[in-house]
T-cell receptor, first 112, second 112 residues
């Protein structure tokens, strides 16, 4: 069975550009989480969805960040406009009504 | 604010030794506890979960939980160079949102 799928795996963009990260959770999982990981701050929860509904977006750093989950099999995290300090690895994780979260391979974002 | 603390390391052990990784948490009502392993450049991988006081063994890995002391640990017996990674402690504090709080991780190096 396929795990969590994320795309792109690597993204290099220039400051001011729009960035869209994509995630497909494990089939049947009803909760989805977006994390950001940096050396300085570790793994930070940005937002999570339960049954496609955003439950807590208190971790979203600024209005430049937005996330959607239009259906049970797809979610996006958008940064507009992007800034160099947004450079990080962004992970998506999902769970099936439990606590054990399974992570995707991540998207390494570099904003020049 | 819920906090999960880990010694950042690096923790260096010789091959064949026991590696001991520790984690403390601040929220007394925490219910579920997880250890994730993260190889450099990869995503976190769930390796152990523990829900009640005591020990839980899975192969060379043993998780230990002491809720009274708000302490959870991971022991790796017969450490192998392939165990070299960052180990993340994660805690679930209840509720229907399945949100985890992660520590910043301990870097383990197993020397051949």
């Amino acid at each position: 069975d396929a795990g969590v799928i994320q795309s792109p795996r690597h993204e290099v963009t220039e400051m001011g550009q729009e960035v869209t990260l994509r995630c497909k959770p494990i089939s049947g999982h009803n909760s989805l989480f977006w994390y950001r990981q940096t050396m300085m701050r570790g793994l930070e929860l940005l937002i999570y969805f339960n049954n496609n509904v955003p439950i807590d977006d208190s971790g979203m750093p600024e209005d430049r960040f937005s996330a959607k989950m239009p259906n049970a099999s797809f979610s996006t995290l958008k940064i507009q406009p992007s800034e160099p300090r947004d450079s990080a690895v962004y992970f998506c994780a999902s769970t099936e009504g439990g606590n054990e979260q399974f992570f995707g391979p991540g998207t390494r974002l570099t904003v020049l | 604010q819920k906090e999960v603390e880990q010694n950042s390391g690096p923790l260096s052990v010789p091959e064949g030794a026991i590696a001991s990784l520790n984690c403390t948490y601040s929220d007394r009502v925490s219910q579920s506890f997880f250890w994730y392993r993260q190889y450099s450049g990869k995503s976190p991988e769930l390796i152990m979960s523990i829900y009640s006081n005591g020990d839980k063994e899975d192969g060379r890995f043993t998780a230990q939980l002491n809720k009274a002391s708000q302490y959870v640990s991971l022991l790796i017996r017969d450490s192998q160079p392939s165990d070299s990674a960052t180990y993340l402690c994660a805690v679930y504090s209840g509720g229907s949102n399945y949100k985890l709080t992660f520590g910043k991780g301990t870097l383990l190096t197993v020397n051949p």
